[in-house]
């Protein structure tokens, strides 16, 4: 439902015109995620997978902490920005070769940590001895989502890894200079799908990128897959905190999260969609696909 927004409000948001994309905080992106993750493994059926992709994500942090600024160089923002294409595109990460140092900080960082479990231990194992070229072809299928040759084992460290490099890229940028797509539904940054979208506080809704956190601006009532305003529907369950939606569309059979701040403040997109499984299954059951995979879990192949 619309909500009705008082006479000042209108007029502010009439001054201030909405912000289309909001960029990563670097200082604090995974620190915020590892934080929810922690919050919302209290009492929750899955509370031993959040807790690991807690200490996951804030290796990222710690990861991201110690690495130099990114910057990304003035005609490269130009040429995408004439040709309204992405400024970081997912299927030029060859450029980006730091993203396997990265990863290998990320495991030595985890391989350290006491709770650590054995078969977590052995993943890591495993991903330190994968030759270059294997990282860099599960990369590539993660990235563009050729789901059948993604190992959900290792996807979400992998996944980890670049979320860094292109977060690192992201917070680098100036949100005035990167041009809109003619694609609503990709980031802007980067061209990646969505993990979830956020209506933040001052009632506008944003999508979240799920590689670079990235977030852009979409209107409600709307399905962020194929643009379709009839049949969207929201759906939910009483007991999931957050206020975590699952936004269904008749047009195209497919839906994807939606979060609302104003119910907690805390909501995290990637942290939210992850804890709220309970969610994609009822709706799954209900008939639609979801959009697009949470970067912290993936899907066998078969599943
Ligand atoms: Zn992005
Ligand atoms: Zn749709």
């Given at each position: 439902?619309?909500?009705?927004?008082?006479?000042?409000?209108?007029?502010?948001?009439?001054?201030?015109?909405?912000?289309?994309?909001?960029?990563?905080?670097?200082?604090?992106?995974?620190?915020?995620?590892?934080?929810?993750?922690?919050?919302?493994?209290?009492?929750?059926?899955?509370?031993?997978?959040?807790?690991?992709?807690?200490?996951?994500?804030?290796?990222?942090?710690?990861?991201?902490?110690?690495?130099?600024?990114?910057?990304?160089?003035?005609?490269?923002?130009?040429?995408?920005?004439?040709?309204?294409?992405?400024?970081?595109?997912?299927?030029?990460?060859?450029?980006?070769?730091?993203?396997?140092?990265?990863?290998?900080?990320?495991?030595?960082?985890?391989?350290?940590?006491?709770?650590?479990?054995?078969?977590?231990?052995?993943?890591?194992?495993?991903?330190?001895?994968?030759?270059?070229?294997?990282?860099?072809?599960?990369?590539?299928?993660?990235?563009?989502?050729?789901?059948?040759?993604?190992?959900?084992?290792?996807?979400?460290?992998?996944?980890?890894?670049?979320q860094v490099c292109w977060t690192s890229l992201a917070a680098a940028l100036d949100a005035a200079r990167i041009a809109p797509l003619d694609v609503p539904g990709v980031c802007p940054v980067c061209g990646s799908l969505p993990v979830a979208s956020i209506v933040r506080g001052d009632g506008h809704r944003y999508l979240h990128c799920a590689l670079c956190a990235a977030e852009w601006h979409l209107v409600r009532a709307k399905c962020s897959h194929c643009d379709a305003v009839e049949g969207v529907a929201y759906r939910f369950i009483e007991q999931l905190a957050g206020g975590v939606r699952a936004e269904t569309c008749d047009h195209c059979g497919v839906y994807r999260k939606i979060l609302l701040q104003e119910k907690d403040q805390q909501v995290e997109a990637v942290a939210d969609d992850l804890a709220s499984v309970a969610l994609d299954v009822l709706v799954g059951e209900a008939g639609y696909h979801r959009a697009s995979a949470n970067p912290l879990l993936w899907p066998s192949a078969e599943g």
């Open positions: 439902m619309q909500r009705v927004l008082p006479s000042d409000e209108i007029a502010r948001s009439v001054a201030q015109p909405i912000p289309r994309l909001r960029l990563p905080d670097r200082a604090a992106v995974f620190t915020r995620r590892a934080a929810r993750l922690d919050q919302l493994a209290t009492d929750h059926p899955l509370s031993g997978y959040l807790r690991l992709m807690a200490a996951l994500v804030r290796a990222q942090q710690a990861v991201l902490d110690a690495l130099p600024p990114s910057s990304v160089a003035d005609d490269e923002l130009a040429r995408a920005a004439a040709h309204r294409m992405p400024v970081l595109p997912v299927n030029d990460h060859r450029r980006h070769r730091e993203w396997q140092a990265v990863l290998a900080q990320l495991c030595e960082r985890l391989a350290i940590s006491a709770d650590l479990p054995p078969a977590w231990a052995d993943l890591l194992l495993r991903l330190r001895q994968m030759p270059a070229a294997a990282l860099d072809e599960q990369a590539d299928s993660l990235l563009v989502g050729r789901m059948e040759r993604v190992d959900p084992a290792t996807a979400p460290f992998l996944m980890a890894a670049l």
